[in-house]
C-alpha cells in the first residue's frame, strides 16, 4: 500500500495539471516526487530549499494574487517554525490556502524531537478560520485533499506514516458512527482507529470516527453522547487534550467527563519504531483497552 505521502503527490500531481490557479510550494522535502510537475509547471512548482518562514511567506504572495497555494514539508516545519508566518501573511492578511503536512507525530522516531510535532494541531487551534483534516488512509488523504484544493478556506491536511489498514466512511464534514453502545462514547481520530476499535472489541461503547477535527463536530457528539452515559474519551494522534476543550464546550449543557489520550508532553528520547513509540505514549490496543475501561470504572 502506498503512503499518505505518496498519495498526495500522485494526486497534487493531476491537480496541477487541472486547475491553472493551483501553486505548489516546497522546501526540499518530496521535492523529487515533483520533478515532472515542476518540468510542465516551473511557474507554480517552486522549491524554497530550506526556508520555511520563506515558504509560508511565499505562499501568502501567492494567495494575495488569486492563487491556490499547497504548501508541504514536515509538520515540525510547515507549522511550528513559520508560525509567525502563518499567523501574519494568512491571518492578518485574511488569505486562504493549504498546508499539507508530513511526519506526524512522530512518523521518523531516528531523526529525533526535529522532526516531531505533536503540538501542530494544538498551535493551529490558536488561529482563526483553520480547517483541519487528520486523515487515517491514503484513500482518505486523497478526498481531503482534493477538498481542500477545492475549497476556499484555509486548511492544514495532516498526513502520517501511520495509517489504519482500510480506508472507512467518511462524513462530509464531522465525525462518523462506526459503533454504538451504551456506556461510552469513544472519539477516534485518523490512524488511531484501527487500535481504537481493536481496544474497544466487545465494549459496550459507541465509537465515532474523526478525519476533520476543526470545525470540530459538537453535534454528532451530543447526539451520541444522548444515546449512552455521558462519558467522552479523545482518542488522538498528536499532542494528549487537544480537543477535550472543543469536547466540553459542546457537551456544556451536559453532566459529562472527557479523558484526553494521545501524544504526552514528556519527550520519549529513544529512536524506536512507530510501534514501540506508541506503545511508549499508552496509545496501543492493550494500553487503550486498559485506560478506557480504568475511566468507564
Given at each position: ?20 490557479r ?8 518530496s ?29 501568502g ?16 516545519f510547515l ?29 521518523w ?6 522532526h ?33 484544493v ?10 502520517s ?18 459503533r ?96 514501540e513509540?506508541l ?5 496501543d ?13
Amino acid at each position: 500500500m502506498d503512503t499518505m505521502r505518496d498519495r498526495f503527490i500522485a494526486t497534487a500531481d493531476r491537480l496541477l495539471d487541472d486547475d491553472p490557479r493551483l501553486a505548489l510550494l516546497l522546501a526540499e522535502i518530496s521535492k523529487d516526487g515533483f520533478q515532472q510537475a515542476l518540468r510542465r509547471h516551473p511557474d507554480r512548482v517552486i522549491n524554497v530549499g530550506i526556508r520555511e518562514q520563506l515558504l509560508i511567506g511565499a505562499g501568502g504572495g501567492m494567495a494575495l494574487t488569486g492563487m491556490r497555494p499547497i504548501m508541504h514539508t514536515f509538520a515540525s516545519f510547515l507549522v511550528e517554525r513559520p508560525f509567525e508566518q502563518l499567523k501574519l501573511d494568512f491571518g492578518h492578511q485574511g488569505v486562504h490556502g493549504v498546508l499539507v503536512s508530513a511526519g506526524g507525530s512522530y512518523d521518523w522516531p531516528s531523526g529525533g524531537f526535529t522532526h516531531m510535532s505533536p503540538g501542530d494541531v494544538a498551535l493551529m487551534d490558536t488561529l482563526e478560520g483553520w480547517t483541519v483534516h487528520v486523515p487515517g488512509h491514503p484513500d482518505e488523504a486523497e478526498t481531503l485533499l482534493r477538498q481542500a484544493v477545492a475549497s476556499e478556506g484555509s486548511v492544514y491536511v495532516r498526513l502520517s506514516v501511520h495509517s489504519n489498514a482500510s480506508a472507512h466512511p467518511m462524513a462530509r464534514s464531522g465525525f462518523t458512527v462506526l459503533r454504538e453502545g451504551s456506556r461510552a462514547v469513544v472519539v477516534a481520530v485518523g490512524p488511531m482507529l484501527d487500535d481504537v476499535l481493536a481496544a474497544t472489541e466487545g465494549l459496550d461503547v459507541t465509537v465515532l470516527y474523526a478525519t476533520t477535527v476543526r470545525p470540530f463536530d459538537g453535534t454528532t457528539l451530543r447526539r451520541a453522547v444522548a444515546g449512552a452515559r455521558p462519558d467522552v474519551v479523545l482518542v488522538e494522534p498528536y499532542l494528549a487534550g487537544t480537543s477535550t476543550a472543543a469536547a466540553n464546550d459542546a457537551l456544556a449543557e451536559v453532566p459529562h467527563r472527557v479523558l484526553g489520550l494521545g501524544i504526552g508532553r514528556r519527550e520519549l528520547r529513544r529512536y524506536g519504531t512507530i510501534e514501540e513509540h506508541l506503545a511508549g505514549q499508552g496509545l496501543d490496543p492493550a494500553s487503550l483497552r486498559a485506560r478506557i475501561t480504568t475511566f468507564l470504572r
